[in-house]
């Protein structure tokens, strides 16, 4: 019995050294990790001017965040903030999906049957008297995945005049929709998949035709519905830089400072969304691996992408709803194959003085989020590739993408 309790308590001793030693090699391999993130955005902030980057990586063992450069004198930290931009749109999906699943709103139904009150109130017109009769038989559905062909109100000159009037006139989402209905008509709803970022204003409009008919109550629609677990903010009319921590500098305005204009010029529901980089690679996480915002049969529509065949990210990307897929590896950038190391599933953003890159890399089950205080320069297809490297590069032991040539930001 005493040497029973003898090896009993040696055995113990031994559990407790090898929990120990492996605890310690997590650990290690944790900060090998860290360091491997930090030299990516170090390089790509350099590689840029200097231009501030947080980025943040997550698997089963938690999350990494890390940060670099600066805009203006304020070093960027991991605890500051960023305009996500078109990241908004997976969010916005999310909601729309939601009310799908809840039975408060049918995707087959016609665009009209939500927001021709809303359009009446406000504009004194009918969806199909503001945007010419294209817009009859377009659904709900067609404007969630990119099938809507609706005008792209995303266009130089329109950027140029809500950045030059951003000071003293804040734009609304109704301003925003009657620009977009002067613009020219790219196919018949449901006969091509065109990138628009229109479609995600009117989606706007339907989520508030859910609980308000006047477009003027535009700001208290509540879009932290679809974030239980995450907390970023959605900016209406106020400043940016109520949530906004650190400022960001546009091309389209040579050098802009993007910090504290009235927020409306952001695009609402298409792009109005800051945040830390933490929040949207949790929520990514929370939508794509742990899959615990929409159950699977909703969660599938999201995800059936289509290859875009007109206009901007032709050849390049899939949209599904509120998510595409896309090949970061520069030499196989125009075959997005899901399956194959370098293609991610997510949502990209660019914004006035703000670019990020989100979603989910299959092969590793894990999420990552980057933004960069700076719409100068390609990121999408650097910084993520880049980042799949040096995970792969610790986690694998060799690196499973490409990423050469570098591109480098001016």
């Known amino acids: 019995q005493c040497c029973f309790s003898l090896r009993f308590r040696l055995a113990g001793s031994m559990a407790r050294a090898v929990a120990a030693a492996v605890a310690l090699a997590a650990a290690a391999g944790r900060l090998e990790l860290r360091l491997a993130l930090q030299g990516v955005v170090d390089l790509q902030s350099k590689l840029g001017g200097g231009v501030a980057i947080q980025a943040t990586y997550q698997d089963a063992e938690g999350q990494i965040t890390v940060a670099a450069g600066k805009s203006g004198n304020q070093s960027a930290t991991t605890e500051d903030t960023f305009l996500f931009g078109s990241a908004t749109k997976t969010f916005t999906a999310t909601a729309i999906m939601r009310a799908y699943k809840a039975g408060k709103l049918d995707l087959n139904a016609t665009v009209s049957t939500y927001v021709d009150p809303l359009l009446m109130k406000g504009a004194n017109q009918t969806f199909v008297e503001m945007y010419g009769p294209n817009a009859t038989n377009m659904t709900v559905w067609h404007l969630v995945s990119m099938q809507s062909g609706i005008p792209d109100f995303d266009v130089p ?12 006139h804040s734009w609304t989402p109704l301003e925003i929709l009657q620009y977009g209905a002067k613009q020219p008509w790219i196919c018949m709803p449901g006969e091509c998949v065109y990138y628009s970022s229109t479609n995600f204003v009117m989606l706007g409009m339907v989520l508030l035709s859910l609980q308000s008919g006047d477009p003027a109550d535009w700001e208290q629609l509540d879009q932290h519905i679809v974030t239980p677990h995450s907390s970023p903010e959605y900016l209406d009319e106020e400043p940016a830089n109520k949530y906004l921590t650190i400022p960001g500098y546009s091309k389209d305005g040579n050098g802009t400072v993007i910090f504290d204009q009235p927020s409306g010029m952001h695009g609402w529901t298409c792009g109005n969304m800051v945040a830390n980089t933490r929040d949207v690679a949790q929520y990514m996480y ?27 990210g032709t050849g390049t990307l899939e949209y599904g709803a509120g998510l595409f897929i896309q090949q970061v590896q520069p030499a196989k950038i125009t075959t997005p194959v899901m399956g194959e190391w370098g293609t991610t599933l997510g949502h990209g953003g660019d914004t006035f003085g703000f670019v990020s890159d989100q979603g989910w890399i299959p092969q590793l089950n894990a999420t990552w989020s980057y933004a960069g205080a700076s719409d100068t320069g390609h990121w999408s297809f650097t910084l993520t590739c880049n980042i799949i490297s040096a995970v792969t590069k610790v986690v694998l032991g060799n690196s499973t993408v490409d990423c050469t040539p570098r591109e480098i930001l001016v």
């Open 286 to 312: 929370a939508l794509l691996v742990e899959r615990s915002i929409l159950d699977e049969e909703t969660l599938r529509l999201m995800t059936d992408t289509r290859p875009i065949s007109i206009g901007w």
């Open 157 to 168: 000159t329109f950027d140029t005049l809500m950045l030059t009037t951003a000071k003293t």
